[in-house]
């Protein structure tokens, strides 16, 4: 979408996400519950937005799960060219991976952290060898990458990127450099200081910014020819193949597929949270309540929450695209973090005085510059996701006084 200028985006992007892990931090710090961004919005803003949280927030689980899986299916298929190379045998792997992600998603915390712990490694190494290969051998410098951002037309020819150009492939970005706020969804079940919570997703930010982006540029530093790299089916391999070889090509594809594997686990496991936390705070009929708020006696684990989530990305893999899919997300990741920046202001000015284990630095700028920037970035989407993010929206809004309210007023009745 941004050709070369996706090196620009990501910039940005990193820089709002580190401010936004500041910001979560102090939350994080200060509301240790289950249920991460979804929980803190329905703490610090009214009833009625909670909602429009809550439902942008599960809509994230059902559209980024697939998104993944269906990345993984891809990857597979380059691997093992032999392999159909159709839509529908991408749904198929990918639905494969989803079972065995949502299998060990279920699994306890400790056993899930261990085993994601080991491919966490096997991805660094194969990260931080494809970083020093592609520097090794440049074919341009990163000035001429960031002063002269090109991106191929319709017509295959390499034109300049505009600004418009940049932010729409920022909110792409925004889909991609994300899950670093997973742990605030574990936050009742790990021991120790709440402080630890927000050192937690302030250093998952920095880390996934560094481990995203700096391989992004190295390729395009390393890639031979630029309109080859951007009419690649995978940039990442072209370069791969030009600075490794075809098994240096093999290595890198296995650490997109495992590093795309943690991150499934991780997200179906956090976001089984948020479904339960729903449940919990009985934001839908008794019946539902109590179903998915099912735990499993051995692991502890929302196991109900976790399938529920993972029929419905198992539809979405067979019914859309990878790309459809990481746009739309984007829209959402967005306003969700726009929603809870606004509310930190709300928060200080409720309980100016209260106890805050972990203060943002320099506040206000970071929730500003995050409200701001993404407002920006959801405006240069396409018309069809914020169109999409809208209806939500009023579809929210529209439960939550149809249903919601009058559930509370017969309540305190």
């Given amino acids: 979408m941004g050709g070369t200028g996706s090196a620009w985006s990501g910039i940005i992007v990193s820089i709002i996400v580190v401010f936004n892990a500041l910001v979560l931090g102090e939350l994080a710090a200060r509301y240790p519950v ?22 942008l927030t599960l809509l994230q689980a059902v559209t980024f799960t697939p998104g993944i899986a269906l990345g993984i299916g891809t990857y597979v298929q380059l691997l093992f060219p032999q392999i ?38 096997i991805q660094g190494v194969i990260v931080c060898i494809y970083i020093g290969a592609n520097f090794l051998q440049p074919q341009r410098s990163m000035g001429e990458i960031l002063t002269n951002p090109v ?51 302030i250093i998952s930010a920095v880390c996934a910014c560094a481990f995203i982006l700096v391989p992004i540029i190295s390729s395009m530093i390393a890639a031979p020819d630029i309109a080859e790299y951007l009419r690649a089916p995978s940039p990442y391999l072209y370069t791969a193949n030009a600075t490794l070889g075809s098994f240096g090509s093999v290595i890198i594809s ?18 089984a949270r948020v479904l339960y936390t729903t449940g919990r705070d009985e934001l839908w009929g008794n019946s539902i309540n109590r179903f998915i708020t099912k735990v499993s006696p051995k692991s502890r684990s929302p196991w109900v929450a976790s399938l529920i989530i993972a029929v419905v990305s198992m539809v979405l893999i067979f019914a859309s695209s990878l790309v459809d899919l990481i746009t739309f997300v984007g829209v959402l990741v967005a306003l969700v973090y726009v929603l809870i920046a606004v509310g930190v202001f709300l928060d200080r000015k409720k309980d100016p005085d209260g106890y805050r284990p972990f203060k943002m630095p320099l506040y206000p700028l970071p929730a500003i510059v995050v409200i701001i920037s993404l407002t920006a970035v959801i405006c240069m989407q396409n018309l069809r996701d914020i169109g999409l993010s809208a209806v939500v929206c009023i579809i ?18």
């Fill in 34 to 55: 289950s249920g991460g961004l979804y929980s803190y919005i329905k703490y610090l803003l009214p009833a009625p937005i909670a909602m429009i949280a809550v439902c």
């Fill in 84 to 121: 159909p190379q159709t839509p529908l045998m991408t749904s198929i792997i990918s639905a494969i991976v989803l079972v065995f992600a949502v299998a060990l998603a279920i699994k306890d915390i400790g056993t899930s952290s261990k085993v994601s712990l080991v491919l966490l490694a």
């Fill in 151 to 201: 991106v191929l037309d319709g017509t295959g020819t390499l034109v300049p990127v505009g600004i418009g150009t940049i932010l729409l492939a920022a909110g792409s970005c925004q889909g991609v450099i994300n899950g670093y706020d997973a742990s605030l969804g574990f936050a009742e079940e790990t021991k120790g200081r709440s402080i630890n919570v927000a050192k937690a997703v």
């Fill in 254 to 271: 296995l650490g997109i597929i495992v590093a795309s594997f943690i991150g499934l686990v991780a997200l179906n496991a956090y976001m």
């Fill in 396 to 413: 929210a809004l529209a439960y939550y006084f149809i249903f919601i309210r009058p559930k509370k007023k017969r309540k305190t009745k």
